[in-house]
């Protein structure tokens, strides 16, 4: 089983919409996540950190649910410039700052 | 005034050469490391320094030697380049300390992507 799965999409979107997907993780001690943006042929860029529960940054919403060792990551109000491929990334705490990241989930939004 | 930046962007090469990547960033971090993003794109890490001392050295065949000068640069030479070796190498830093000040953030240079013919 792979440590940080994503469903791969993609997820087409019309633009206004709202869209969820979620990330497993099988580390129960990780101490916290990160999601970060890939565009096409680009590097990969923060767009949130989850420490706790959960955070919020405008029109982004993480989730994390501890008991069911998921994480989730909600878009509202979607805009075309949404549309990437999402990495839900681990950090179990390991020495090095060694952080594994999922597969990616893509997001298509559509006008 | 780009953060981290690696060279080349691109690098195509035959079987059994060797080439390097070089890695540069100007954000003082302490921790910098080498990441390979396949064609399934995932990216896995193949090492971290931090301040010059190799921490992660990940199942990575010994055909490939990273190198920190500096706590500002990690180089990274491949040896005897196979096929497999095809790939965008992401170079990345990030500062350590507490989660919530923002440490452990990683930031990651453009890529280099190498193809081996």
């Known amino acids: 089983r792979k440590e940080v799965e994503q469903d791969p999409g993609p997820f087409n979107v019309p633009e206004g919409a709202t869209v969820a997907f979620n990330c497993t993780y099988s580390n129960s001690a990780s101490q916290s996540f990160f999601w970060y943006r890939q565009d096409c042929r680009k590097e990969p860029k923060l767009l949130m950190s989850?420490?706790?529960s959960g955070n919020e940054d405008g029109r982004f919403t993480a989730q994390l649910n501890r008991a069911s060792q998921y994480i989730s990551l909600l878009i509202r109000d979607s805009k075309l410039s949404d549309s990437a491929t999402y990495l839900c990334v681990e950090n179990t705490g390991a020495a090095g700052n060694k952080l594994t990241f999922g597969g990616g989930t893509r997001v298509l939004v559509k006008p | 005034d780009t953060a981290v930046s690696q060279t080349p962007k691109y690098l195509v090469t035959q079987m059994g050469n060797d080439k390097s990547i070089k890695c540069e960033q100007n954000l003082g971090h302490d921790t910098m490391y080498w990441y390979k993003q396949d064609s399934k794109k995932f990216l896995k890490i193949m090492f971290s320094y931090n301040n010059k001392e190799l921490i992660i050295n990940e199942t990575v065949p010994n055909r490939f030697s990273p190198k920190s000068p500096d706590k500002a640069h990690l180089n990274l030479h491949i040896n005897s380049l196979e096929l497999g070796d095809s790939a965008v190498y992401f170079c990345?830093?990030?500062?350590?300390?507490?989660?919530?000040?923002?440490?452990?953030?990683?930031?990651f240079g453009a890529g280099s992507r190498l193809t081996v013919l």
């Open positions: 989850v420490y706790s």
């Open positions: 990345a830093s990030s500062q350590a300390g507490l989660l919530s000040s923002g440490a452990n953030v990683l930031t």
